[in-house]
């Protein structure tokens, strides 16, 4: 009994194919939205929705983000939304001009 087969269990990624012990705990991570008892994700406020798009201009996934499924189904949803109003950047390419800029 050294090895266990099939690992039905759910392992953590990350450590792929090493059993010996962690090197690192991964720390239960809370949704930011659930403290703050947000309900709704403004679609308007991109200064926080920034913080949810990777410098490839992509949603980042629940994994990186931390937020719970329900809070990252309204991140993307608000993303999307903010893209369309071009609030944020479908692509990293797009520059957002600024004031001083425009002549
Ligand atoms: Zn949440």
């Known amino acids: 009994m050294t090895t266990e087969q099939g690992s039905s269990a759910p392992r953590p990624q990350g450590a792929q194919g090493r059993r010996q012990r962690p090197r690192f705990f991964s720390?239960?991570?809370?949704?930011?939205?659930?403290?703050?008892?947000?309900?709704?994700?403004?679609?308007?406020?991109?200064?926080?929705?920034?913080?949810?798009?990777?410098?490839?201009?992509?949603?980042?996934?629940?994994?990186?983000?931390?937020?719970?499924?329900?809070?990252?189904?309204?991140?993307?949803l608000a993303i999307k939304r903010a893209r369309l109003l071009a609030l944020l950047p479908f692509d990293p390419r797009h520059r957002m001009p600024r004031a001083d800029s425009i002549l």
Not at 28 to 56: A, Q
């Open 27 to 76: 720390r239960r991570k809370v949704c930011s939205f659930c403290v703050d008892k947000i309900d709704y994700i403004d679609y308007r406020d991109t200064e926080k929705l920034r913080g949810f798009v990777s410098n490839h201009s992509k949603i980042q996934g629940k994994r990186r983000s931390g937020a719970c499924s329900k809070h990252q189904r309204g991140i993307a």
